[in-house]
């Protein structure tokens, strides 16, 4: 297998997002939709790639006319699309949301048999994987097998890797047989001792660490020897403590919300910038904050992910 040099590489989910050009009715109203691509571990990887990082996303689709789509739109965002393959048999997911701002969106997914938790460990390019400079892991895709055994293969390729790992979190309870599960798969996810960083909201926290405190939860995160932890505490702002002790609390930017449910993902791009760019932390969150924002502005995910001048610009800043 090839060699390729990335910036970052996520793995997880990948799909099509039908989402309503109505907002404020249910599902059962709504006639007319909007299609994108979606996923959150490839929106990350848009995100970042609309950020000028080299990015790739490792997943699967269906064989079905959908996975045409999904490599079209990859390749135009300028994602690498060569570790998305087809499972036969299966057919690429499909998510609806409701849109009721500004905090109440409804998701509703077909998910059943799902392509993107048909990865393997003997299809993973461990060369890539350990090139990267990021690779973004998510916590759906320890849900079930054989993704679970792809990411400890990855957890454990990357254990001692001189770039970061970033384990987002990413607790749906409709993914998971149920939360008990949830909860042991993602903290031995942890005690692996791969994972430098660690993000997720008051609840994935909880799931994480068996706290409901944003403080204990850091702490138990960095405990598994994460470096930095990261809790979202929606319209409190974001929580970051890291390893050598520094504490920051940074509020969110605000703006018009029309569809929160890219908001993280666009967070999550933002962060791997700062990361690779070496920015110090609180620069880092203020920035990944702003993309956040910009994209919770707007009705799309990946069509919405911004560039690094229309952060600045959302931030009144000029770079």
Not at 179 to 205: D, F, K, P, S, W
Not at 280 to 300: C, I, K, M, S, W
Request: net charge negative; charged share 20%.
């Amino acid at each position: 297998m090839r060699t390729v040099s990335h910036d970052l590489v996520t793995v997880g989910r990948i799909g099509i997002d039908l989402y309503p050009l109505r907002s404020g009715v249910p599902l059962s109203e709504v006639d007319t939709f909007a299609r994108f691509l979606g996923g959150s571990a490839t929106n990350v990887a848009v995100a970042a790639a609309r950020l000028g990082l080299r990015s790739a996303v490792v997943s699967r689709t269906g064989d079905d006319p959908f996975a045409g789509f999904v490599h079209t739109a990859l390749r135009g965002y300028g994602v690498d699309d060569s570790f998305v393959t087809p499972v036969e048999g299966r057919k690429t997911p499909i998510t609806f949301c409701e849109i009721f701002p500004p905090d109440d969106f409804p998701i509703v997914f077909y998910r059943d048999h799902a392509p993107d938790l048909v990865i393997r460990p003997e299809e993973l390019d461990a060369d890539a994987l350990g090139a990267a400079r990021i690779v973004w892991l998510t916590g759906t895709g320890l849900s079930a097998e054989p993704s679970r055994s792809a990411h400890a293969a990855i957890l454990g390729l990357r254990r001692g890797n001189a770039g970061e790992t970033v384990l987002d979190l990413d607790y749906r309870p409709m993914l998971w047989p149920d939360r008990a599960t949830a909860e042991r798969e993602v903290r031995q996810a942890l005690a692996a001792g791969a994972v430098t960083v660690a993000v997720g909201n008051r609840e994935e926290c909880e799931v994480a660490t068996g706290r409901s405190d944003p403080d204990q939860a850091a702490d138990v995160l960095l405990g598994h020897g994460v470096r930095l932890a990261i809790v979202k505490l929606g319209p409190a702002g974001v929580l970051a403590k890291t390893s050598v002790g520094q504490r920051l609390v940074v509020p969110p930017r605000p703006v018009e919300v029309v569809n929160g449910l890219g908001a993280g993902d666009a967070f999550g791009g933002a962060l791997c910038l700062g990361l690779l760019r070496g920015w110090p932390l609180d620069e880092t969150l203020r920035f990944a904050n702003a993309a956040g924002a910009y994209v919770a502005a707007r009705l799309a995910c990946s069509d919405a992910m911004p560039t690094t001048d229309e952060v600045y610009q959302l931030m009144g800043e000029t770079r």
